[in-house]
Each structure stands twice: as C-alpha cells, then as structure tokens.
C-alpha cells in the first residue's frame, strides 16, 4: 500500500514526540433517552494519535458546559483530567420529538491515556447547576480489548497553518463533507479560505499564532449533503446532513463514530465541517463540532458564529429566528457566559458601564 507523503511526514513526527507525549484515548458510548431520562451503556475504548493537547491543562476549571466529565486515579482518586462539554442529546433533549419517543446517540470522550486505571466519571448540570454522576466507567490502560489498530491512513491528512508542536497549540481541524475526488481542489481551497476567514475576526485575529489548523481530505460518492426539507438525500462521507431536530438551517452529522474514525489520523481538539452547499446553514456544540456551509454569501459569518458556539462555549443572544429546541418555563442561570437571566448582571458585573441601568431598554422594534 502506497502512503501519502504528508501522511507519512506527520505520522513519523508524532513517533518522535510520542516519547514525551501520551496517545489520545477515546472513550465511546451509547445515550439514550426521552425528555424526562437518559442512561448510557459502554461501546468501545480506541486509541488514537498522539494527545495534541497541552499537558499543563488538564484540568478544566471553566465551569462551561452541560456535561462534564473526570478522569480519578483508581488507588489514590486524584484527579487527572477533566473537560466540560454540551452534546446532540443534551440539545434534543430539549426538542418537542424527545416528549414523545425515545432515541440514541453515540458519543465519544477524548483523553491522555493514564498511565494507571482511572475511573471516568460522567456529570450533568441538575435544576440548580450544579453537576451531578449520571455514570461511571473504570478504565484499565493495559485492558487486551482497547482497540489499539493504528487510524486509517485512507484520508489525507495535510496543515492548512502550522504554527508549532500540537502539544503546545490549539489544533483545529477543518472536514469537508460531500466532496467528491473530482472535487479535492476545491475542497483545499475552500478550507484555506475558511481559515483566512476564521483569522481576520478578533480575537482570532490576534492570537493567529497560538493555533494550528489541519485538513482532512475525505471523499465522498456525490456532490453534496442531504438536505431533506428540498427532497434531497446523501450519503455522504461523514453523514452530515441539513434539518436537523426539523430546524431546515441547522447542519449536524449524527454519525459521531464514523467523523471520529475518519478524523483519527489528525491532531486535533476542534473540529470544524465544512459542507459543499451553497445553502445557507451550519451549527455549532460546545466542544464537539460546529459546521457550515461553504458557498453561502452569509457562510464568513456563520463560520465564526458558529465556532464561537463549540469552541468558547457561547449561546445565541438572537431572539428573532427559529431555534430547534423548545422553551422552558422555567429560567436557570445558564452556564453560557455570555448569556444569564439574572437582571443584575452579576455574572459580568465588573464589565458594567456606571450609569446603564439594568435591564438595559432595548429600543429597537
């Protein structure tokens, strides 16, 4: 078998870091559930590449997120890793189809491969925001059954903009999907231009140089993705796909282990699809994926829109357009820190201008 140069180049740098650095395990399993229950059942343990993230950050102390999992020592309950995140059940949890029949969604966790057996524990935000074990699963490092198969080498994997050791950065990586092989030219210049987008808004702009961003060539039958609401179906390469949760604008893959076994071979804790439509749609979950139309007069816009989604953990502070969850009555302060439902602000009180009173009229019709 014939492998890629740049394949090649990247997998025999990851060898000579892998002596300092640990491979990214992946953790997998099933959420199931309806809007008043959920369980989870264990599917896989995979390992990956090289864990591209800093090792002096393990631990999240963000507070973001709906979800929030820990990875404990097993003989001393030392904490060791920890990430907040939100996910496709979390939001269709929320949706009028979840009141009435029960779904499951596959989702994985990313982190270091311990050294010793770790308990991963797996929380969620309760009534008063404050997280609560929904489930635990005891993770043996030396365990025969962790799949260790080295990532498929079928996709080219390629640095739209390399500014340093994946250790040491932030690692984005750009996917495109409904790309056909005849189509690989303007999948690459599309993503270049996707980042030069992404890097000309602040504060992007100004921290271009803490970032690096990959590509991943993935090729798909036909031209396009699914777009049901126009009586449109693909199967396309990473199965992402318009009207999601019924929403005709909102972009998601549901596949969640066929875009992880794809985006294997890279380095990454960012992921960014991008879908060779000119309708206009996209999406974003925090610390999952965000996605976006390509050819879109509105696309530079809702790439960065979206990203601020998954990656800073942002809500939509828009009230005019249709969302595909429904309302709640009650209000909770969300986790979100850009959004709150107290009058008083005093989640961003030190941003306050003296004078504006609280809550700020809003003049407009």
């Known amino acids: 078998m014939r492998v890629k140069p740049a394949v090649l180049a990247l997998w025999m740098a990851a060898t000579i870091v892998r002596a300092q650095t640990p491979s990214t395990l992946r953790l997998d399993y099933h959420h199931s559930g309806t809007a008043t229950g959920e369980e989870f059942a264990f599917d896989e343990l995979v390992t990956e590449g090289p864990w591209p993230g800093n090792q002096s950050g393990a631990l999240d102390d963000t507070n973001f997120g709906k979800y929030y999992f820990e990875m404990r020592d097993r003989a001393t309950n030392r904490l060791v890793f920890s990430r907040g995140f939100a996910s496709i059940f979390g939001e269709w949890e929320a949706t009028d189809e979840a009141r009435r029949q029960r779904r499951t969604f596959h989702e994985s966790l990313r982190f270091p491969m311990p050294a010793e057996p770790v308990q991963v524990v797996l929380k969620k935000r309760d009534a008063r925001n404050a997280f609560r074990e929904v489930w635990t699963h005891i993770v043996d490092p030396k365990d025969p059954a962790i799949d260790r198969t080295p990532p498929g080498q079928a996709n080219e994997v390629w640095a739209v903009m390399k500014n340093g050791d994946p250790a040491v950065k932030v690692d984005l990586l750009l996917m495109g999907d409904g790309y056909t092989a ?139 357009s249709d969302v595909a969850y429904a309302g709640s009555e009650s209000r909770p302060e969300p986790w979100e820190p850009n959004v709150t439902a107290d009058p008083k602000a005093a989640k961003w009180k030190d941003l306050l201008t003296a004078g504006v009173p609280l809550p700020t009229p809003w003049s407009k019709d």
């Open 182 to 320: 005849g189509e690989m030219d303007k999948w690459r210049s599309d993503a270049r231009r996707m980042t030069e987008i992404l890097f000309a808004a602040p504060p992007f702009r100004e921290h271009r140089g803490d970032f690096n961003v990959w590509a991943l060539d993935t090729v798909s039958a036909a031209s396009g993705v699914a777009r049901v609401s126009d009586g449109v179906h693909r199967r396309s390469a990473l199965r992402a796909n318009y009207d999601a949760f019924g929403s005709e604008r909102y972009v998601l893959t549901f596949d969640n282990k066929r875009m992880r076994e794809a985006a294997a071979p890279a380095p990454y804790e960012f992921v960014e699809i991008i879908v060779n439509e000119r309708k206009y749609g996209g999406g974003g979950i925090f610390n999952l994926f965000a996605t976006v139309s390509a050819d879109n007069a509105f696309s530079p816009y809702v790439f960065v829109h979206e990203f601020g989604h998954h990656f800073a953990g942002l809500a939509d502070e828009y009230y005019t």
